[in-house]
């Protein structure tokens, strides 16, 4: 039922629109018969008053739209015009010629002078002055031949031997003086002070004479070619 309903409506709208597309052609067709005269004419109002239905009303459902899957158009804007840029031209080279230029290059490079690189100076060292080491005096120097002389006395000091002095077995000290030349021959020598012993004096005697002496040393003694010399020697039996 509701069916030949909703199919009767559609037919109404149908001629309803129906007869308002013929009302629009009938007014344009006047609007270009108006537009001949020179006279206006008035305007005719047309009014359509759809025939009375039954007062039952049907929802119509909506009548679906084709969706049009195109994008709106774009508004053009006018772009700038870009300038055209100039390339340099470029020559292709074969591997075998840039090797070959490489190496010319390098070989006609001229080699940088490394740079020398300055070592630190070392502070020279003040040589101090060499102080002169002063002379010795003479009578340091003598002092010192003297006693040399006495060591080698007493180095070669014997104790007397015989049957005399096996008996008598002496002891005491023998003062001897001797004279030496400046090449240390000797050139005479005696007792300065006894013993009290005969044996012991003559022992010291020999002691002086048959010992070897030294050259005086430079400085000693100086405008002497002879000097005389005092040595005391102790002699202990023994046991």
Do not use: C
């Not at 021959?185 to 002086?208: P, Q």
């Not at 030294?214 to 102790?234: I, K, M, N, Y």
């Amino acid at each position: 039922m509701w069916i030949e309903r909703l199919n009767a409506q559609r037919h109404n709208v149908s001629s309803s629109v129906s007869l308002a597309v013929v009302g629009v052609i009938w007014l344009l067709t006047q609007s270009l018969a108006v537009t001949t005269h020179i006279a206006p004419q008035e305007t005719m109002e047309l009014s359509f008053v759809a025939p009375e239905r039954d007062h039952i009303f049907v929802k119509q459902p909506p009548i679906p739209q084709p969706k049009s899957d195109a994008a709106p158009p774009e508004k053009l804007t006018p772009k700038p015009t870009p300038t055209p840029e100039v390339k340099p031209s470029v020559t292709a080279i074969s591997p075998t010629a840039a090797a070959a230029t490489t190496e010319t290059v390098k070989a006609e490079a001229p080699k940088l002078a490394q740079p020398v690189v300055a070592s630190p100076v070392s502070p020279v060292p003040i040589a101090e002055p060499i102080k002169p080491t002063p002379a010795p005096s003479s009578a340091s120097i003598e002092s010192s031949y003297v006693a040399t002389v006495r060591a080698q006395l007493n180095a070669n000091k014997r104790y007397p031997t015989g049957r005399e002095a096996s008996l008598q077995r002496p002891s005491g000290k023998a003062v001897v003086w001797f004279v030496l030349n400046r090449n240390g021959t000797l050139s005479d020598a005696g007792i300065e002070d006894s013993s009290n012993s005969i044996i012991l004096d003559n022992a010291a005697l020999s002691t002086v004479r048959r010992t070897s002496y030294a050259t005086w040393p430079e400085g000693s003694w100086p405008g002497q070619s002879q000097h005389r010399f005092t040595v005391t020697l102790d002699f202990v039996p023994v046991n």
